[in-house]
């Protein structure tokens, strides 16, 4: 019997009875049987349903138009393939065969993924051409303006091959530039991400910065097969072609040959030596269209200012001769100047003899009087302004005594000095009369020189009825009033 295969049929024809395996043991068996015998294989089929789950790994079927084998794509293996797994693309898989125990079926683990042929590649390349156009990454307006002379050109190549050589060459002869080689892979699995980390790398360079950065991008590749091509038309490029700060000329294979990144860059190259060309502008070309621009120049100049000569030659002969317009002129002011000498002359006579005639009136002796006499008229003027401000003072001296005897008169300090008494309250108010004075409230009493004192009701006051007002008596002589003493209130 044999573990792996199950017991063989003369085993069974001895026994008389069939080996009983688990399903684990069979299942088992089973696996190691198909990956012992089929180890690697390769694999042609279409793409059928394609599933992508958290994971990372990639879980796909392979059809043919009577089968179905499932396929695995682990995490590791699926970010390394160079063709993205859609459904309906044709394609071969190399992997190896191995069961899956738990549903009872088995399944290819793929390693490598091809397309199968170049109707595969171009129906794709079809296909992602619609999809990245639809995305208007192909539109004419992300276009930008190549520069006609740039500083710094960077070319994304391979550093090894004749097209960097070209390249140069071409813009040697033409006009030579600094030029910033970022050496790639232009084929393989990895030249994809290659050119795209070395368009994104020319980006990211800072102007001014100790590596200079270009004014224009060259991606450009020799001739080959749609295979050989075919990192140039990744999406990954593609989007970073558009994104591209940089103008960016795209110069892959022949003129035949066309790549997604021709429709995404700023300008086409049919060829790398072509890029080059549209690159910058020929150097002598250059200076002889400046020389004949110059001599141009100078002829246009030369042309206009004798143009201009004779425009001024003939306006000049329809103007008057110069002595002609400042003839009458210069005459009329020599009447002017010969007259004005002799007005200034008798003007001067007559008034000299104006000047003698006053300094005749003039002698030192009347002036001498009238000064002596203003002086006696202002010191006499000064006695009465003195006088009169003596008087007037006297006078309102006079007023203001008056004022100050009639105020002292009407003062109340007048009426306190003759023996009365000014009541308050205890807000120091006067009191006029007793009504609504009560017993307890607190008084005070003014008298003269500002003396006061307190006191209080002690009683209730009397009210005496309005009678006809006797004659005052005379104090006796024997009596004097006491002025110290004023006695009580109530």
């Not at 043919?64 to 393939?81: F, H, P, Q, R, T």
Request: proline content about 6%; charged content about 25%.
């Amino acid at each position: 019997m044999n573990a792996e295969t199950g017991p063989s049929d003369a085993a069974i024809a001895a026994s008389g009875n069939a080996h009983e395996f688990s399903v684990s043991e069979l299942s088992f068996a089973l696996k190691r049987t198909i990956e012992d015998n089929f180890g690697y294989v390769r694999v042609k089929g279409e793409i059928g349903r394609v599933s992508k789950p958290a994971s990372g790994h990639l879980y796909l079927d392979l059809k043919d138009d009577k089968s179905v084998l499932n396929a695995i794509v682990w995490k590791g293996v699926a970010s390394k393939l160079r063709i993205k797994p859609e459904q309906g693309l044709e394609v071969v898989c190399t992997g190896k065969l191995t069961t899956f125990p738990g549903q009872s079926r088995y399944q290819i683990i793929i390693e490598k993924m091809e397309l199968a042929g170049v109707g595969a590649l171009m129906a794709l390349l079809e296909q992602r051409k619609k999809a990245l156009a639809a995305e208007g990454l192909f539109d004419p307006a992300h276009k930008k303006q190549i520069p006609f002379l740039p500083e710094v050109i960077g070319v994304v190549t391979s550093p090894s091959g004749a097209v960097i050589r070209d390249i140069l060459h071409r813009l040697r002869d033409r006009f030579p530039r600094h030029v910033l080689v970022w050496p790639v892979r232009v084929q393989g699995d990895q030249s994809a991400d290659e050119i795209t980390r070395a368009i994104e790398g020319f980006n990211k360079l800072v102007p001014g910065g100790p590596v200079p950065r270009p004014d224009l991008l060259i991606v450009a590749r020799g001739g080959g097969s749609i295979e050989d091509l075919w990192s140039f038309n990744e999406e990954a490029v593609v989007r970073a072609a558009v994104a591209s700060d940089i103008p960016l000329i795209s110069a892959v294979g022949h003129e035949t040959d066309t790549t997604l990144i021709d429709f995404a860059s700023d300008q086409r190259a049919p060829t790398p030596t072509a890029a080059a060309e549209m690159a910058v502008p020929v150097r002598a070309e250059l200076v002889a269209r400046v020389l004949d621009n110059a001599r141009r120049l100078v002829r246009a100049e030369t042309r206009q200012l004798a143009e201009l000569a004779a425009r001024l030659e003939g306006l000049s002969r329809g103007l008057p001769k110069a002595d002609d317009l400042f003839a009458l002129p210069g005459q009329r002011l020599d009447h002017a100047g010969q007259r004005l000498g002799l007005g200034l002359g008798a003007a001067a006579s007559a008034k000299r003899g104006h000047f003698d005639r006053v300094a005749g009136r003039l002698t030192v002796r009347p002036i001498t009087n009238t000064l002596s006499q203003s002086a006696r008229r202002v010191s006499e003027l000064s006695v009465r302004a003195q006088r009169a401000e003596e008087r007037v003072l006297s006078d309102r001296k006079k007023r203001l005594d008056q004022a100050d005897r009639l105020l002292e008169s009407y003062s109340y300090q007048g009426v306190l000095e003759r023996g009365f008494a000014l009541v308050r309250n205890d807000a120091g108010a006067p009191i006029r009369a007793s009504k609504g004075m009560k017993v307890g409230d607190a008084l005070e009493l003014e008298f003269s020189h500002g003396d006061r004192v307190p006191v209080s009701v002690s009683g209730k006051p009397k009210v005496q009825k309005n009678k006809a007002p006797k004659a005052a008596k005379a104090p006796s002589a024997s009596k004097k009033p006491d002025p110290g003493n004023q006695g009580q209130l109530f």
